[in-house]
């Protein structure tokens, strides 16, 4: 089991930055694939960064460029980067992690098994 707890979030104005951090706690021997998911109001869950097993890290085209996933370890943490924030990034973030599926192959969104209570982020115009 891993349990995992979000924080760093709030309201921000466009252009503004935030840094996300999920801490874990539990089965942290276990190398798991983790991403940062996010919801905005009305929209479907997108997976907006994550780190495979490997150490791969991958982004969606819509946060290229702005957002950076690290992963500490020793601390058990990982961590959001949010730059040049867009109202459009509003939503709650969570922090999700589960085994690989396959070989070199992470779980899509629905297939994470560990989630946390997520984080609040607000962009305003």
């Known amino acids: 089991q891993l349990q995992l707890v979000e924080s760093g979030g709030g309201s921000v104005q466009a252009g503004g930055s935030l840094r996300l951090s999920c801490a874990a706690s539990?089965?942290?021997?276990?190398?798991?694939?983790m991403g940062w998911v996010r919801q905005g109001p009305g929209k479907e869950r997108e997976e907006v960064a994550a780190?495979?097993?490997?150490?791969?890290?991958t982004y969606a085209d819509s946060v290229k460029g702005r957002f950076t996933i690290s992963q500490d370890n020793e601390k058990n943490t990982l961590d959001l980067q949010i730059n040049d924030l867009k109202p459009e990034d509003t939503g709650m973030y969570y922090c999700?992690?589960?085994?690989?599926?396959?070989?070199?192959?992470?779980?899509?969104?629905?297939?994470?098994?560990?989630w946390g209570q997520g984080t609040q982020v607000t962009v305003s115009s």
């Open positions: 780190v495979a097993n490997s150490g791969k890290i």
């Open positions: 539990g089965s942290t021997h276990m190398r798991y694939c």
């Open positions: 999700a992690a589960g085994p690989p599926v396959a070989a070199r192959v992470c779980p899509t969104v629905d297939e994470y098994n560990f």
